[in-house]
């Protein structure tokens, strides 16, 4: 790879990713800009709504959560997320542009313009829109009705100290989609549900925010980190901790067994890593540990579908 391409990689991809292996160069400016080189995104807003899912098959006694479902969670979480970052990109390309992580994205670098980045997000949302036509009208209307909070989200870090909980409000989302999907309505397991996902957000997302947060103070931008300095540890033990007691009384509500919960514990560890080895002033470690709440979602999703298998059988 030349000096030139390198200079192309935002620095929070990595350079192994499909995208600089495989893509054409002149393709890396678009794919940058969904964040295709960097996936972790789409897994973070997969899991809540494959966690409902899973949820509604343990509260319906079915042994699988419906695949038709996780499918479409999993074509709609890329393309909204995909939607989503152009957006929070032309709406941050003049704050992007002084931020080290940010600063070549390829609308704060221009390597995109404005009309034609908004051109893909439109496209995307249209794919989105055709995914979500698939489910029934109560999640239809639910779907829609997120897009206010979505809209919201990129101007939050200008005027308060929580973003991170308006993007949990909008990336949990999905925890009372695949309930409503399946049932047609909401109940309290998927309302509890989605508090946990909220204050999951909340956390993990300080954890990437500390990545930013001297650049942030410089230009007068806000965020959970800022907020929370040296005490981020205890602040991220409550988020945590929430998230853990709320799953398993989503759990309880939805009728789950000894799976589920070993399952829970399992991801309390996973949560509890992450807080002991978390070093603030460490770009690179907070984004291993922001990135390793994938795994956090994936084992909280295997013990809800093992839970839902073994109680059918």
């Not at 990595?14 to 800009?33: D, E, H, I």
């Amino acid at each position: 790879m030349t000096g030139a391409q390198q200079h192309s990689i935002t620095p929070d991809a990595k350079p192994t990713s499909w995208v600089y292996r495989f893509a054409p160069q002149s393709a890396w400016p678009y794919l940058q800009l969904i964040r295709a080189d960097r996936p972790i995104g789409v897994w973070l807003l997969i899991w809540p709504c494959w966690w409902s899912s899973a949820l509604a098959a343990i509260a319906m006694g079915k042994p699988l959560p419906d695949l038709w479902h996780l499918a479409l969670f999993a074509i709609g979480a890329f393309v909204m997320r995909s939607a989503g970052c152009i957006y929070n990109d032309i709406a941050d390309r003049h704050y992007d542009a002084k931020v080290a992580r940010t600063r070549n994205r390829p609308i704060a670098s221009r390597r995109i313009s404005v009309p034609a980045a908004a051109l893909f997000m439109v496209a995307l949302s249209f794919c989105g829109l055709a995914v979500l036509v698939q489910f029934n009208a109560f999640s239809i209307w639910l779907g829609i009705a997120s897009l206010g909070i979505v809209a919201i989200y990129p101007f939050m870090k200008r005027i308060t100290h929580w973003p991170q909980a308006v993007l949990g409000l909008a990336f949990s989302w999905g925890a009372l989609m695949g309930w409503a999907a399946a049932f047609g309505r909401l109940d309290w397991p998927a309302f509890a549900l989605y508090a946990a996902a909220v204050a999951w957000t909340i956390g993990y997302d300080t954890i990437y925010a500390h990545q930013d947060k001297e650049d942030d103070a410089l230009i007068g931008l806000k965020s959970t980190a800022l907020r929370f300095g040296e005490r981020t540890k205890p602040w991220l033990s409550g988020f945590y901790g929430a998230t853990i007691v709320l799953l398993g009384l989503a759990g309880f509500l939805a009728g789950a067994g000894p799976v589920f919960f070993i399952g829970l514990a399992c991801a309390s560890a996973k949560a509890l890593w992450q807080i002991r080895t978390l070093d603030i002033h460490n770009a690179e470690n907070c984004l291993v540990r922001f990135r390793s709440n994938h795994g956090f979602g994936a084992i909280v999703f295997a013990g809800l579908a093992g839970d839902a298998l073994t109680n059918a059988l």
